[in-house]
């Protein structure tokens, strides 16, 4: 079946513009979750987004980032003003959070660099 | 901060086991321990967790002490497709902060 799904594949940007980064969850998944990865680095938790719950934004770096999600399904990952310190790969998971497991199935990433 | 410890990298033979260590000495009573591992370019993908039994799937073991202190991700026949970063994480069941440490650079040598 479809995975999960995240575009544009590859986004450039000058400095100081605004970007949009989606990402389409597996169907069913109640769970989503933003992360970012600089050069070289781990994973830098985002934001989690859990049914009609409110989402959680600790991980925001600062207030030109905001998310939302639509109808439970589709994501939107908003940066405002972006800066270079912006520029990583940015992953969107999807979890079912059933059962046993809360397995995370990742997307292949959105490349953003800002110049 | 990551709850976890693990050698930066580690080099195995083709063909041989992989055994990969990670310390959570801080894990709590409700806490899994999970393995991830990311192939470059991509996406991280799930490998295999546990609470304190051991585990095992088609991809590989999970060795958990009696104490839950720490733990192995066990490949038993690694192949040159499993170089990757392969990152242990401590979580609660449906935890929402998964935190990604800097991971094990895994390079399976011909």
């Known amino acids: 079946g479809a995975g999960v799904s995240q575009s544009p594949s590859n986004k450039v940007t000058e400095k100081g513009k605004d970007v949009e980064l989606r990402c389409d969850p597996i169907s069913g998944h109640t769970a989503l979750y933003w992360y970012r990865q600089s050069l070289g680095q781990g994973l830098e938790f985002l934001i989690y987004?859990?049914?009609?719950?409110?989402?959680?934004k600790s991980g925001l770096p600062s207030d030109r980032f905001s998310a939302e999600r639509t109808g439970g399904s589709v994501s939107t990952l908003t940066i405002q003003r972006t800066q270079q310190e912006d520029s990583a790969v940015y992953l969107c998971a999807s979890s079912p959070r059933s059962g046993s497991n809360n397995e995370q199935f990742f997307g292949p990433g959105t490349r953003l660099t800002v110049l | 901060d990551a709850k976890t410890t693990q050698p930066p990298s580690m080099d195995c033979a083709e063909g041989r086991a992989a055994n990969l260590p990670c310390n959570h000495s801080t894990i709590s009573g409700n806490e899994y321990v999970y393995w991830y591992r990311q192939i470059h370019s991509q996406g991280p993908q799930y490998i295999i967790h546990g609470l304190k039994n051991n585990e095992t799937n088609e991809m590989a073991s999970l060795i958990i002490t009696e104490d839950r202190k720490s733990s192995t991700l066990i490949l038993p026949h690694a192949t040159l497709r499993d170089t990757a970063v392969y990152y242990c994480?401590?979580?609660?069941?449906?935890?929402?902060?998964?935190?990604f440490g800097p991971g094990t650079r895994l390079s399976v040598l011909p």
């Open positions: 994480i401590v979580s609660s069941l449906y935890g929402q902060n998964f935190v």
């Open positions: 987004f859990q049914g009609n719950s409110a989402p959680d």
